[in-house]
């Protein structure tokens, strides 16, 4: 073809040599067999492609070769020129940020030889009229070529579809699979109906909080709560490592069963000292590998980064089975994201935009977390984001989860929590009621977060227990009149 480009093609194939499944994730959905115009290069391709279709997530010399075996391609190891070629090929430097830019290239350089190629049909096509035909006819024979390519281009998602085949589809799914919650359940059922039906997939979940409030409480909490019904759960972290996690996870494990090993005690070892304890946290230890929980730091890592992290285990553990991934939380991995006059907010949104094309384009459900500012301790609206409230744009609900003030504790009773989690937006469900919200137990010494009750049901049947107390009243000081 006329349009060629060697050294990008030769980049993006040292790309995927050097970078594994990271680089494959980033250029799947750019690249196909038209992107190489050398045979050698597209043989080198169609291996790699092949190894990571089977389940590596690196490339080595020996997987190349089998692959090349099974392909057919066995002489670009047995030909010393192009063995020697394959060598050089590979050895090329490229930054893994560069090779989707490659990719791109190289795509659009087919796009560029199949236009050319289609205009020049189309002048073929003009010249077989002599201008007795009708306009439309004339208009015709380019628009419909054009329309044509553009609509194989394009993914199939692009193409409008009609309103009435998807009701039929759509009713036809929903009657053969009745769901008792339209997404994935967080475990409190409370929250599930505020924001419209649980953790819905192809959108993010925003959870707000201040410093220290419980945010990554509830997090690992929701996250045991999905993994331990066998749903596939990616727990990403910005601060905390597994070995933080993991004491405040057995303890609200055993919590749960009825068992109150605190946080410290795991942490200290001194649970060793009574066997029943130690035999208890091992039982929990061997439930906790039966899931299919998994945790990552990603700490210092660009939002780029991570997306492809959460492709590559789905490819790799999730498959087609549901799943949730745990973003704890938004914010800039290190001050070199501000540069060229981009702002703070701007880098918050660009995350947040990341998470929520992997979320539709995967369909899986994210819940995320961020950080608020210091309105948030007296107020709780939307503008308490840091950043910026632009995210919200993005996001399928937003709430916050801060502690009760006193006066707050003193109206519902002592027994009806500590924190409480307000929903401020959110696209599917019904939303708290202003000035309503859920009650929360948080039982901080074996994270636990424990669901109560909606504050409004709460106040109202206090209302109607006075309302009878004073009746019951009432009726028996009538009763002690009449005699």
Same mark, same amino acid.
């Given at each position: 073809m006329?349009h060629?480009d060697?050294?990008?093609?030769?980049?993006v194939? @040292?790309?995927l040599?050097?970078y594994?499944?990271d680089?494959?994730l980033?250029?799947?959905d750019?690249?196909?067999e038209k992107?190489?115009?050398?045979?050698t290069?597209l043989a080198?391709y169609?291996?790699?492609? %092949?190894?990571?279709q089977d389940?590596?997530e690196v490339?080595?010399m020996? /997987?190349l070769?089998?692959?090349?075996?099974?392909?057919?391609?066995e002489y670009?190891f047995?030909? &010393?020129t192009?063995?020697?070629y394959?060598k050089?090929v590979?050895?090329t430097?490229v930054?893994l940020e560069? $090779? %989707?830019?490659f @990719?791109? &290239?190289l795509?659009k350089l +087919?796009?560029?030889e199949?236009?050319k190629?289609?205009?020049l049909?189309i002048?073929?096509?003009?010249?077989?009229h002599n201008g007795?035909?009708?306009?439309?006819?004339?208009?015709?024979? $380019?628009?419909?070529?054009l329309f044509?390519?553009i609509?194989?281009l394009n *993914?199939?998602d692009? +193409?409008? +579809?009609s309103f009435?085949?998807?009701?039929?589809t759509y009713?036809e799914?929903?009657e053969?699979?009745?769901v008792e919650i339209c997404?994935?359940s967080?475990?409190?059922?409370?929250?599930?109906? =505020?924001i419209?039906g649980g953790m819905?997939p192809?959108?993010?979940?925003?959870?707000?909080?201040?410093s220290?409030n419980?945010k990554?409480?509830?997090s690992?909490n929701?996250?045991?709560?999905?993994?331990?019904?066998?749903?596939?759960?990616?727990y /990403?972290?910005?601060?905390?490592?597994?070995r933080d996690h /993991?004491?405040?996870l057995?303890?609200?494990v055993?919590?749960?069963?009825?068992?109150k090993?605190?946080i410290?005690?795991?942490e200290?070892?001194?649970?060793?000292k009574s066997s029943?304890?130690k035999?208890? =946290?091992?039982e929990? !230890?061997d439930?906790?590998?039966?899931?299919?929980f998994?945790?990552l730091n =990603?700490?210092?890592k !660009?939002?780029?980064?991570i997306?492809?992290?959460?492709?590559?285990?789905l490819?790799t553990? +999730? %498959?087609?089975? @549901?799943?949730l991934?745990i973003f704890d939380?938004?914010?800039m991995?290190d001050?070199?994201e501000?540069? *060229? *006059?981009i702002?703070?907010r701007?880098?918050? #949104?660009?995350?947040?935009?990341?998470?929520n094309d992997?979320a539709?384009k995967y369909?899986i459900?994210?819940?995320?977390?961020?950080?608020?500012n210091r309105?948030?301790?007296?107020n709780?609206h939307?503008?308490?984001?840091v950043?910026?409230?632009a995210i919200?744009y993005?996001?399928?609900?937003?709430?916050?989860i801060?502690?009760k003030s006193?006066?707050?504790?003193?109206m519902?009773g002592i027994?009806n929590g500590n924190?409480?989690?307000v929903?401020l937006?959110?696209?599917?469900?019904?939303?708290?009621?202003p000035?309503?919200?859920?009650?929360y137990?948080?039982?901080?010494a074996y994270a636990k977060?424990?669901?109560?009750n909606l *504050?409004?049901n709460l106040m109202?049947?206090k #209302?109607?227990d006075?309302k #009878?107390k004073e009746? %019951?009243n !009432?009726?028996e000081?009538?009763?002690?009149?009449?005699?």
């Open positions: 006329d060629e060697l050294v990008s093609e030769s980049a194939i @040292a790309g040599y050097q594994g499944i680089a494959y980033d250029v799947t750019i690249l196909n992107c190489f115009s050398e045979g290069n080198i169609q291996c790699m492609k %092949k190894v990571f389940g590596a490339l080595d020996s /997987l070769r089998s692959a090349a075996c099974t392909l057919g391609f670009i047995i030909n &010393k192009e063995a020697q394959l050089s590979l050895n430097k930054a560069n $090779v %989707k830019t @990719a791109g &290239k795509r +087919v796009v560029l199949e236009l190629k289609l205009t049909n002048h073929d096509k003009l010249d077989e007795t035909e009708p306009f439309t006819t004339i208009i015709s024979s $380019v628009e419909n070529p044509e390519y609509k194989g *993914n199939s692009d +193409v409008p +579809v009435g085949q998807e009701a039929k009713l799914i929903v053969q699979s009745p997404g994935i967080t475990g409190f059922s409370i929250m599930d109906s =505020v419209g819905r192809g959108s993010c979940c925003l959870l707000g909080g201040r220290k419980g990554s409480i509830t690992l929701i996250g045991w709560n999905v993994a331990s019904r066998n749903i596939h759960t990616l /990403l972290d910005l601060e905390m490592t597994a /993991l004491p405040r057995i303890s609200r055993l919590f749960d069963e009825g068992h090993i605190p410290i005690d795991i200290r070892g001194t649970y060793t029943y304890q035999r208890l =946290v091992h929990v !230890k439930r906790i590998i039966e899931s299919p998994k945790y =990603v700490a210092g !660009k939002i780029e980064h997306s492809s992290i959460i492709k590559r285990w490819m553990d +999730v %498959k087609d089975n @549901a799943s991934v939380y938004i914010r991995s001050l070199s501000l540069k *060229n *006059n702002q703070e701007q880098v918050l #949104q660009h995350m947040i935009v990341t998470l992997v539709m369909q459900p994210i819940f995320v977390l961020t950080q608020l309105d948030a301790i007296t709780e939307t503008g308490i984001i950043g910026s409230d919200l993005t996001v399928a609900n937003f709430s916050i801060k502690f006193a006066e707050e504790i003193a519902s027994d924190r409480k989690i929903n937006a959110t696209r599917f469900g019904s939303g708290n009621e000035g309503d919200f859920i009650n137990q948080l039982h901080g977060l424990q669901e109560l *504050n409004s109202a049947k #209302q109607e006075k #009878q009746n %019951k !009432k009726e000081n009538l009763n002690l009149g009449t005699l």
